[in-house]
């Protein structure tokens, strides 16, 4: 069933790894020159970059049985997670004072780490919920039930969240969006190819195994039951690239008015159930919620009570005993390619960060992060919105007065750097024999802290991340730019290397980020993060124009010989990476090196930028993982983070001395350039 319900959007994420140094002070400790090594000179820059750059490693890299790819991506890589289950070790296995974060975090990673425990347990767990199922009289009780176990984190066929009003981003209000699907996306339920078709068995599968564990009668019969209802609500579920049209996605309403079309939701009744009390509500997706109250009286409520069976189970499978997680594993795996599960310490590392993320997070600065990065990265952050606005001023397609709101929204963005200046904090009491019941009440304790925030002016202290997680994001809402502590690091950041690989990795990133504040969605938040038209209507259709340019470029690219990116689903994220490396470039050419032709290990300054950017990129993925990857995910996948924006950019070619007839080679004309 659907576990995940999408907050705030993270525009860009990449995972990396490391060694672990003796001391935080360690982790740059002398001057070193970072040397590009297994460069395929037999293939041309100019015919695919990516390969010229990783094709030694890419060949010689093996994806571990427990994981579903390799290299510096959006993949735990082990080196990293380790880091994290020394901190995990080292405060499980001491007594700290109850309450503080050692204790909080420790005890958790301990109780998780009961397997004998939790396996003796069983079904035992989940048997309460089940059985308030079984007591389901009539609609009302089933969506006071549904309502209830929202919070506790389980999103059966309501998926709240709270975020800025679009229209008005100094107030919180309450959303809803569409849910109720097990499937990675709606498409795959009507999917006719064999490798959907086999997604689909493999999911029906699960839900007969995990009903079979609980007792229920039928099992197959009943996971068919789930998976009608589920194609039923998947029908009225919008399209990926129909989610990307901000303003077709912002529907506010009365409360009052939804009671009366949607009775048999009862909305007022349910959010009150909810604690929320507000007079209007932002309907992402209605028609899922005018089918979803239609549905409740066209099918039988034993049949919606299997529909919730399922749903709860699958919501906690990963906390229940060791048959419920294999079930879920061989579900998973035909989606990944993943042919073993991963040992239980990083199992529980990604829970721990998952969960109680901002308490780990506490300890992971305070052992591993160098301060000196943080102030690096904010020099950084800050020359790359210089530069960004000279950028603006010197656009040949913008008129005078859009470029004044374009650089008034650059110069607002909220900048936060490695770690949140107030912590959050956890209001719950873990015990170390019970893991099951800490996870739920660790999901009830992120419940009533999101819901603190309804109707109140947005947290700007408040993280969407933890600190310990490599990853970036921009969030349009709140205009804000973040970079994590995990980020400051090898190969995207290196305190001590040159400004080329700095430039060429974290300056890609940082570059990104910005970006996004001016891709094809972020366009259209104003400098206060909300939606309205900030362009003259001339500006728009030409910047309309160019992310077509981009969309046509990218549906032309493949993956496994034949399988064509989805230029219309990743046309923010490549804007994004055709604008970053060009403000990267841009701002490394105002450092000495930049302005300087000294060669480092054979290569000139320019060069290692351009190998730095293929270096970030350096991944291997399964092809299962991929398949599904090009069909889910906004971003292109890492070869063509390097191949497409390179293809576009002069520089790289004058580098390089990319040359007509090479593969990648594009006429000047054709080089696409938004930002």
């Known amino acids: 069933m659907n576990k995940l319900v999408f907050f705030p959007l993270l525009a860009f994420l990449i995972i990396s790894c490391k060694n672990e140094p003796s001391n935080k002070n360690e982790l740059q400790s002398e001057d070193k020159t970072v040397v590009f090594e297994g460069i395929s000179e037999g293939i041309k820059p100019g015919d695919n970059f990516f390969d010229h750059v990783n094709k030694t490693w890419y060949d010689e890299a093996v994806i571990a049985e427990d994981q579903v790819g390799v290299g510096s991506y959006r993949f735990l890589n082990i080196p990293q997670q380790e880091l994290l289950q020394n901190i995990l070790d080292e405060v499980s296995s001491g007594n700290h004072a109850k309450g503080s974060i050692e204790q909080q975090v420790g005890d958790f990673y301990a109780s998780g780490m009961d397997t004998i425990g939790i396996d003796l347990r069983g079904v035992t767990p989940i048997l309460p919920i089940l059985k308030r199922i079984d007591a389901i009289a009539n609609i009302p009780m089933m969506m006071v039930f549904v309502a209830e176990q929202i919070k506790s984190g389980d999103y059966s066929m309501i998926a709240p969240y709270i975020s800025p009003d679009q229209k008005n981003s100094s107030i919180n209000i309450l959303h809803f969006t569409q849910t109720g699907l097990g499937l990675p996306d709606r498409d795959y339920y009507f999917g006719e190819d064999p490798s959907v078709k086999k997604i689909q068995e493999a999911y029906k599968t699960y839900l007969a195994t995990v009903f079979e564990l609980v007792g229920v009668a039928s099992a197959k019969q009943q996971a068919n039951t789930v998976y009608a209802i589920e194609k039923q609500l998947a029908e009225s579920h919008k399209t990926r690239l129909e989610r990307r049209v901000v303003k077709e996605n912002y529907h506010k309403l009365s409360v009052s008015g939804l009671d009366k079309t949607q009775s048999n939701i009862g909305w007022k009744t349910m959010l009150k159930n909810l604690g929320a009390e507000v007079d209007s509500v932002d309907v992402g997706q209605p028609a899922y919620y005018e089918t979803l109250n239609s549905m409740l009286t066209s099918i039988p409520l034993k049949d919606w009570k299997v529909f919730l069976k399922a749903n709860s189970i699958g919501s906690h499978d990963n906390i229940l ?302 092809d299962e993982f991929l398949r599904n990857y090009v069909a889910t995910d906004p971003h292109s996948p890492p070869m063509w983070r390097v191949n497409g924006p390179l293809m576009n950019f002069t520089p790289f070619y004058e580098a390089f001395e990319v040359k007509n007839g090479e593969n990648n080679f594009k006429p000047e004309s054709e080089r696409i350039k938004i930002w």
């Open 321 to 622: 005993s060791t048959p419920f997680q294999d079930a879920a594993f061989e579900y998973s795996k035909v989606l990944s390619g993943q042919t073993q599960q991963q040992p239980r310490k990083l199992q529980m590392t990604r829970n721990v960060d998952q969960q109680i993320g901002f308490a780990l997070g506490q300890l992971y600065v305070k052992r591993y992060f160098n301060e000196d990065a943080k102030k690096r990265a904010l020099d950084l952050v800050n020359n790359f919105q210089k530069t960004l606005e000279k950028r603006i001023e010197q656009l040949d397609w913008m008129s005078d007065s859009t470029k004044l709101k374009a650089k008034d929204k650059l110069y607002a963005i909220n900048k936060k750097i490695g770690y949140p200046d107030v912590w959050r904090t956890y209001d719950v009491e873990i015990d170390r024999e019970k893991f099951f019941e800490n996870v739920v009440a660790l999901r009830q304790d992120e419940y009533q802290y999101e819901l603190a925030d309804l109707n109140k002016a947005p947290n700007r202290d408040q993280w969407h991340t933890t600190p310990s997680t490599v990853t970036a994001y921009y969030n349009p809402s709140l205009n804000e730019i973040v970079f994590p502590a995990g980020i400051l690091q090898s190969p995207y950041f290196d305190l001590y290397a040159d400004d080329a690989v700095n430039y060429g990795g974290i300056g890609m990133v940082i570059g990104h980020e910005f970006t996004h504040a001016f891709d094809d969605q972020g366009a259209q938040y104003d400098k206060n993060g909300n939606v309205s038209n900030w362009w003259t209507e001339d500006d728009y259709t030409k910047f309309k124009a160019k992310t077509q340019q981009i969309i046509d470029q990218y549906s032309d690219f493949t993956v496994l010989d034949s399988v064509h990116l989805k230029g219309a689903l990743t046309v923010g994220e490549n804007t994004a990476d055709n604008g970053g490396i060009a403000i990267a470039y841009d701002a490394f050419k105002l450092t000495e090196q930049g302005q300087d032709t000294t060669k480092i290990g054979g290569f000139t300054p320019d060069q290692r930028f351009f190998l730095s950017i293929a270096r970030i990129w350096r991944v291997k993925m399964r």
